[in-house]
Nanobody, 118 residues
């Protein structure tokens, strides 16, 4: 099991930037794919971005070109740099971990709120 803790959320205006961080426990990156998901009020949780243990990155179309996922292997952290934020980016953002060779994200953080005002 991996413990995850997000930070960096807040209230910003449209067009602003925010950087989310996910602190992880243990030797995570060599065995896990790390991802960010989000859930807006009244909507289902949706995929935002992921980075594999080998550094392969995929983004949702809705954030491509605006968000950047990265990881720091020395610090065991994963970050999500969010630029050109839009009101529709408002959601609770979750960090998740999926063990290599499996298909399910079983470890989740508690989430951090991002609110973008117009």
């Amino acid at each position: 099991q991996v413990q995850l803790a997000e930070s960096g959320g807040g209230l910003v205006q449209a067009g602003d930037s925010l950087r989310l961080s996910c602190a992880t426990s243990g030797r995570t990156f060599s065995s896990y794919t790390m991802a960010w998901f989000r859930q807006a009020p009244g909507k289902e949780r949706e995929f935002v971005a992921r980075i594999t243990s080998g550094g392969v990155i995929i983004y949702a179309d809705s954030v491509k070109g605006r968000f950047t996922i990265s990881k720091d292997n020395a610090k065991n952290t994963v970050a999500l740099q969010m630029n050109s934020l839009k009101p529709e980016d408002t959601a609770v953002y979750y960090c998740a971990a999926r063990r290599v060779g499996t298909s399910e994200y079983k470890d989740w953080g508690q989430g951090t709120q991002v609110t973008v005002s117009s």
